[in-house]
């Protein structure tokens, strides 16, 4: 994305980036010619999409609208068209609430649980509009239907966020089917920064080595408030040899 930060209102979003993708159609037409190209692009918000107004606490609430445009051009063999300029020109209406804030964990890639992270839960609903343009009008409907697509199709998505401190990106996303929240559709969480574990987030303020560099290769090693039992050390350098043990 292009154009995001933190204002006066919130942490705000200005419009998106897009790279250049090149799409075949051959399998939906069966012309092998046939093909979908996004040029690369810049793509600016109508007006700025707020994903954190401020101050956010429970019950707060906020809203976005806005729309935006993305080009492409299409080669369509049905329809006599070669490298067509075409548009889908989007409507975005969301709306978002925080519902309170609690703990939660989350499961890092190998699978060891975080330590439990102060989080805020917001829920978001958003309602998008998309239009398809030919050549500056509005495109013949068998032409989007061709693409399991309709003029003016809407669709609808509920999420819930949760924002731990310090995050921009939220610690764990949910993408529900209906309204209600009742059947998930898909979920991310974000393990990047994330504390291992209960014991290892402990250690990890507990710990002092020093001083730092070295001095004639003696480290001294402070570990006072571990728990009771046989522990080990390693000191690895920065070309990954080990020194001490």
């Known amino acids: 994305s292009v154009g995001e930060g933190i204002t006066v209102d919130g942490y705000q979003r200005f419009g998106e980036s897009l790279d250049r993708q090149a799409i ?6 069966g012309d092998t010619d046939d093909s979908l190209v996004f040029n690369a692009q810049v793509v600016t918000y109508s007006a700025p999409r707020t994903i954190i107004a401020f101050p956010a606490t429970a019950n707060s609430t906020w809203s976005s609208d806005y729309n935006f445009q993305t080009d492409f051009a299409i080669t369509l063999g049905m329809y006599m068209l070669n490298n067509a300029p075409c548009a889908r020109r989007t409507f975005v209406e969301r709306a978002d609430s925080v519902k309170g804030w609690g703990t ?9 649980v975080s330590k ?13 509009k998309d ?7 509005p495109a013949p409907a068998p032409m989007p239907s061709a693409f399991g697509l309709t003029q003016g199709q809407i669709e609808t998505t509920y999420y819930t966020y949760y924002y731990r401190d310090g995050e921009i990106d ?3 996303t949910i993408e529900y ?6 059947t998930i559709a898909s979920s991310y969480a974000h393990a990047d920064r994330l504390p291992l574990s209960i014991k290892d987030f402990k ?12 001095v004639n290769g ?14 080990g050390y390693e000191v690895i350098n920065i070309a990954g040899q080990k020194v001490a043990a």
């Open 116 to 128: 439990d992270l102060d989080v805020l839960a917001v829920e978001a609903t958003i309602k998008v």
């Open 177 to 182: 089917d209906d309204a209600s929240r009742s």
């Open 218 to 231: 003696n480290i001294n090693i402070e570990a006072n408030e571990l728990n009771d039992g046989n522990w």
């Open 170 to 172: 939220p610690l764990l």
């Open 131 to 137: 239009s398809f343009f030919l050549n500056g009008t």
């Open 24 to 29: 075949p159609l051959g399998s939906l037409t």
């Open 104 to 112: 939660m964990r989350v499961n890092d890639l190998n699978g060891k």
């Open 203 to 214: 250690l990890s303020n507990s710990i002092k080595l020093y001083p730092n560099p070295s």
